[in-house]
């Protein structure tokens, strides 16, 4: 009886502890958003929507496309021509829900391809909304880097799980930490370049066989301390660094790779590669990355909104320019 009675108060306690909070802030009317990362070489290609009130309880629901948007593309204050709305096909209508995530996935593209060092810039316009535009700095060259150095310090074989009698029907797991090298040269002395380096998670089913791995890397280098984001293992908050320590020469970067693998007795050693990729970022993909995920973090729940960084001028988003070197790592099947 005694327990009844502190869980109804406390409850009690909790109830008087709820309070409503009217909004007192002014309420902005929708604007044009772009959003697009330039890469030499590459097609352009731009996403645009329209902003939308956070308070708004229809706002998830209706169309996040401006109607009778037209958006185009200079190069070098050069007009290159307009730019062709298309649905990205990355979504499908296969239910509600996905109908209108499919609805709000409008893109724009043209065929031109930039060059390293071109100034792009991208218009949209629509009826009822102010007119927007942004820039993105010369696109940025190619990162310079190579792999040396690289090391298995830790390998550990186990099995996953057996499915037969034999050791053929038989599921191996592989866990190992491999330590690399990674030769990062400064592609621009005397400026100031931004760069990340990561890998994605991977997870794959080959045939009947069961085949996938996962990894992740560490950051533990001194190039880093000056990272505008820390680690996480989940695939945001990468870390910006630049070449503060290094401009106008080479550095060479210290990286754990941590291996989980899965694999029966079908083994092809083509299969078991990781992709490192290195980007070279502009200062405006710098920025945006260095305020897109502060003030997310749980012990950071109640703290001030932050200000996401925008470079679009009469709207929202980011337009910015990039170059990625793609650089391959065998992985440790044997010790």
Not at 33 to 47: C, D, W
Not at 68 to 87: H, K, R, W
Not at 165 to 187: F, G, H, K, R, Y
């Amino acid at each position: 009886m005694k327990k009844v009675l502190v869980l109804v108060l406390s409850a009690i306690v909790l109830v008087s502890c709820v309070k409503e909070i009217e909004f007192n802030g002014e309420q902005t009317d929708p604007k044009i958003v772009i959003n697009s990362l330039v890469e030499p070489g590459k097609p352009v290609t731009a996403y645009v929507s329209k902003s939308w009130f956070f308070l708004d309880p229809y706002s998830q629901t209706e169309s996040q496309i401006p109607e009778n948007v037209q958006a185009s593309l200079y190069v070098n204050d050069t007009f290159i021509g307009e730019m062709t709305p298309y649905i990205d096909t990355i979504w499908t209508a296969d239910s509600s829900w996905l109908d209108i995530a499919y609805k709000t996935m409008w893109a724009f593209a043209h065929p031109y391809c930039p060059e390293t060092g071109d100034v792009v810039r991208i218009t949209a316009s629509a009826n009822g909304f102010d007119d927007a535009e942004a820039t993105t700095s010369p696109l940025p060259n190619a990162p310079i880097c190579g792999i040396s150095g690289q090391k298995i310090t830790e390998w550990e074989k186990y099995v996953y799980f057996a499915y037969g009698d034999s050791e053929q029907d038989t599921a191996w797991c592989i866990s190992a930490t491999v330590e690399m090298t990674l030769n990062l040269v400064d592609p621009n002395p005397g400026q100031t370049d931004y760069f990340r380096i990561y890998i994605n998670t991977h997870g794959y089913n080959y045939g009947d066989d069961i085949c996938h791995f996962s990894n992740t890397m560490s950051y533990t280098d001194p190039v880093f301390s000056n990272a505008s984001m820390g680690l996480d293992y989940f695939g945001s908050n990468i870390p910006v660094f630049t070449d503060q320590l290094f401009d106008g020469g080479s550095y060479h970067v210290k990286i754990p790779l941590y291996v989980y693998l899965t694999l029966t007795d079908y083994v092809d050693p083509e299969f078991y590669r990781e992709r490192i990729f290195v980007e070279h970022l502009t200062k405006e993909y710098a920025d945006y990355l260095g305020t897109c995920d502060q003030g997310d973090d749980l012990t950071q729940f109640f703290s001030e909104p932050i200000q996401t960084y925008s470079n679009v001028k009469g709207g929202y988003g980011i337009v910015a320019g990039r170059t990625m070197d793609t650089l391959w790592v065998n992985l440790p099947l044997e010790e």
